[in-house]
């Protein structure tokens, strides 16, 4: 604390600006796209003061145009690895010792900078490396990543303002001290949000960070590194390195100064990671913390009662927007049979508008998958479905890859409730469709919560309010955010804090006090005025 109890300003959520033909965004971001999309970056890693290049380069290339080149990065070897652990232990020698309301200013700078100068340039590098429509990327990494500085740095004053009681005589306080050692940040390639947050959640509480992008974010992850330059975040306290995650983790676990990892990204790797950390126990000075966002199997289910168009709505929006490339995407929904019909037959109107291509034709509202690993999974499945006796394409079900990840917005319908794309996350505009009879409805509600591993969004609609009762009861422990005539997507950082359960992750709910709780390790002061001098209790006589 400095001399003062200062105020934080509060936190309102950025305005989503419209990209509307006229627009001065529309014209900003396009000129962006432009410039990135013909110049050829060289991204270095960024270890202490150092920008290292190690010659050692993978080409970035845009998933609707795989053989255009935008740029390189280079991969680290272990001992920049090592590096990038020593610079981030020297770091927090200072950072851990800085008052908080430095940190707070240096991070709602970063999201000033992101609403401003910086907006069309994350925005349309996240159009070229996600392949996200304008308005994907300004959702995610314009006002999102905003959002989660903004609302952090809200939270992580609310944190250090809680403090407890003291009785006559004495003064009980307690200081939110950072972890002791380093925190390593794991980002995922879907949101540029998710990419800048993690690291600076964690450093925002005065710890420090190795942080390791996607191999298919770092294009839009330079942006968020020359903010957080600009914006002031000293040398050393996010250290950023590229290269194979094998290597890169267990280098990192292997440091008895390991204290903590914010990961998201895929269920089966977060799980191996919590077994090699398990592994290592005996290693570290620290319990570590282990915080980790995973993957999904998003539900829809309709009611006989629900509005026809509403769910098609939900699901066109739900499903298939960003490709489904959303954690939160739904990609499995139950229709009664009674609306089935009706449902679908939208659906299909909604496909058959939607136009597909780059991004940087504004009209499109699909793109690309985000790379060949993703775009042959998902061809596979398709095919699968379209051999398989107890699945039916019903719209959709074509794919190319020949320029780029093209994935045709895909509905599959099936007979067999654990059909595998009703069980199993793809990832991708894909989604099963499975009817019931209508008289069947508590047994399904058994159904959705029974068929998947994943717990983490879900939707229910009905107009029967006793219905969106029996489902919120029954549905309790299989979406961490449950929605009521909703789509499962979309959720608003200071409004909607997001996290999953079962194997979706350890629901610490990213933007939120309790996301960033998991960073600190509360040190209690007691301090008595008048110490005792005698040991004898009066009860001793
Ligand atoms: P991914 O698991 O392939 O990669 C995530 C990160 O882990 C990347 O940085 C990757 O390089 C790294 N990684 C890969 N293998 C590793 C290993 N063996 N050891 C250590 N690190 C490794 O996930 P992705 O394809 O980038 O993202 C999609 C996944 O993320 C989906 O499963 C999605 O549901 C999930 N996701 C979840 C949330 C959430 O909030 N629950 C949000 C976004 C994405």
Not at 309 to 327: D, P, W
Not at 454 to 466: E, K, M, N, Q
């Amino acid at each position: 604390m400095g001399k003062g109890f200062f105020q934080v300003p509060t936190a309102i959520n950025e305005p989503v600006k419209s990209y509307a033909p006229g627009s001065p965004e529309r014209a900003a971001v396009i000129a962006q796209y432009e410039a990135y999309f013909n110049g050829n970056v060289d991204v270095p890693m960024y270890i202490g003061s150092e920008t290292v290049t190690t010659g050692n380069t993978n080409n970035m290339t845009p998933p609707h145009d795989h053989q255009h080149v935008v740029g390189t990065y280079h991969l680290a070897e272990k001992k920049h690895v090592t590096q990038a652990i020593e610079a981030a232990l020297e770091a927090r020698k200072k950072w851990a010792q800085l008052t908080w309301e430095q940190r707070a200013a240096i991070f709602l700078k970063a999201a000033e900078l992101i609403a401003g100068p910086y907006r069309a340039k994350i925005n349309a590098a996240t159009m070229i490396a996600q392949s996200k429509t304008v308005h994907q990327a300004e959702i995610d990494a314009a006002c999102e990543l905003i959002d989660f500085l903004r609302f952090n740095v809200e939270f992580m004053s609310q944190i250090y303002e809680e403090q407890p009681d003291s009785a006559e005589g004495i003064w009980n306080r307690v200081e939110y001290r950072p972890l002791e050692g380093f925190v390593y940040a794991i980002t995922p390639f879907n949101f540029t949000a998710i990419a800048g947050n993690l690291p600076a959640s964690a450093a925002m509480m005065g710890n420090t960070v190795v942080w390791k992008p996607s191999d298919s974010q770092i294009f839009s992850a330079k942006v968020i590194v020359d903010v957080f330059k600009e914006a002031g975040v000293p040398d050393g306290v996010i250290n950023v390195v590229y290269g194979d995650p094998v290597m890169i983790t267990d280098t990192i676990l292997a440091s008895p100064d390991f204290a903590g990892v914010h990961f998201t990204g895929s269920t089966y790797v977060f799980k191996e990671l919590w077994k090699k950390i398990g592994n290592n126990i005996h290693t570290y000075k620290t319990y570590p913390k282990i915080v980790g966002e995973t993957g999904g199997k998003d539900f829809i289910i309709a009611h006989p009662s629900a509005n026809a168009k509403q769910v098609a709505t939900g699901i066109s929006r739900g499903a298939f927007e960003f490709q489904g490339q959303k954690c939160s995407a739904a990609s499995r929904v139950y229709l009664p049979k009674s609306i089935a019909n009706e449902v679908l037959e939208y659906v299909k109107e909604d496909i058959a508008s939607f136009k597909m291509g780059s991004p940087a034709d504004l009209s499109n509202f699909i793109t690309a998958v985000i790379h060949e690993g993703s775009f042959d999974k998902l061809a596979k499945y398709i095919d699968q479905a379209k051999a398989d006796a107890d699945a039916e394409v019903i719209a959709g079900g074509n794919y190319d890859k020949s320029k780029g990840y093209f994935v045709e917005p895909t509905v599959i319908l099936t007979t067999n409730p654990k059909y595998t794309t009703m069980e199993t996350e793809l990832f991708g505009p894909v989604v099963t469709v499975y009817v019931y009879e209508d008289a069947d409805w508590s047994e399904t509600l058994q159904l959705v919560d029974g068929t998947s591993e994943y717990a983490l969004t879900g939707a229910v609609f009905s107009g029967d309010r006793y219905a969106i009762d029996e489902a919120t009861k029954a549905l309790e422990n299989c979406a961490g955010n449950f929605y009521i005539n909703d789509k499962p997507t979309g959720a608003v950082v200071g409004q909607q804090p997001f996290g999953g359960a079962r194997a979706s992750g350890t629901n610490d709910k990213a933007g939120s006090a309790q996301n960033l709780l998991r960073w600190v390790s509360p040190r209690l002061i007691k301090e008595t005025f008048v110490t005792p001098t005698d040991y004898r209790y009066p009860f001793l006589g």
